[in-house]
């Protein structure tokens, strides 16, 4: 029972992408949407938890919250661009190797020779296998998707610099991850209506039904969320933040079995291999914390 806790959050993030992509919406309204549904979360936890909430944790969640909106709306970006095929593996790897070297460098959790060894180790296998992913069969580029790869790769950069610092700013406070889950939702909404403000083309498109439907997104999130704190204590954060890496294969394959995302044989080969060492990377890493 521990460990079906422990793969609920990989089935829960690993289907974000594909619930929003058969939800439909633009990347403001997706974000806006699965925001909403991390506010009812936030306001669930904040019940179940019976945590007391202070001015510096409504600060620190609330500038968390707007950096993971940051994240999640370039990422929502990036799938428009190059698909979610490709989005997912990339920006995981991008964000474990990212989020490893905060570790490094802000936290020093990299403490002996063999550590540091496997450490970058790691980082280099999530790496190559974030490149895998991202490439194409040139030889029969006509039959895969087309890609606006340029945009992607900007949208990505922006969204791992927004995830990392999502998670850096917690750790950097020291405070409890339940106490801010509340605040952190608040930030999250908050970054997505200054999104939408910073685009006036956007200001009415906004409050569609595609918004609403997103909400689910959010929810499901914020299921994961759950029960990643309820299997911490079962199974322990290494092994509950190694098996959640495994979403990626949910989010990865279902774009393209679900969602229709076309692949030629080969761009398969790239995409199973890069997904793969993305994973061992990440395991590598969850079982070094």
Known sequence: MAILFALIPA???????????????????????????????????????????TGFAMLVGIASGLCWAVGQFQQFQSMKFIGISRTVPISTGLQLAGT?????????????????????????????????????????SVSSEPVEAGRGATAIAISTVGYVLYTVIVNLSGLDSKLILFPQSLGMILGALIFIVLSPQNRRKVWHTATAKNIITGLVWGIGNFFMFMAIPKVGLAISYSLAQCGIVISTFGSI????????????????????????????LGLMK
């Open 11 to 53: 089935i829960c993030w690993g289907s974000i992408g594909l619930i929003s992509g058969r939800l439909g919406g633009t990347s403001y309204q997706q974000t806006l949407g699965m925001t909403a549904g991390a506010v009812l979360f936030g306001l669930f936890s904040l019940m179940y938890f019976h945590v007391q909430l």
């Open 257 to 284: 079995w679900l969602l229709g995302e076309k692949k030629t044989g080969r761009e398969m080969v790239y995409t199973t291999i890069g997904s793969l060492l993305v994973i061992v990377g990440g395991v590598t």
């Open 100 to 140: 490893a070297l905060a570790g490094v460098l802000l936290f020093h959790e990299w403490k002996t020779t063999s550590m540091v060894t496997m450490g970058t180790i790691a980082v280099i296998v999530l790496i190559a296998g974030a490149a895998l992913t991202s490439l194409r069969d040139k030889r029969q």
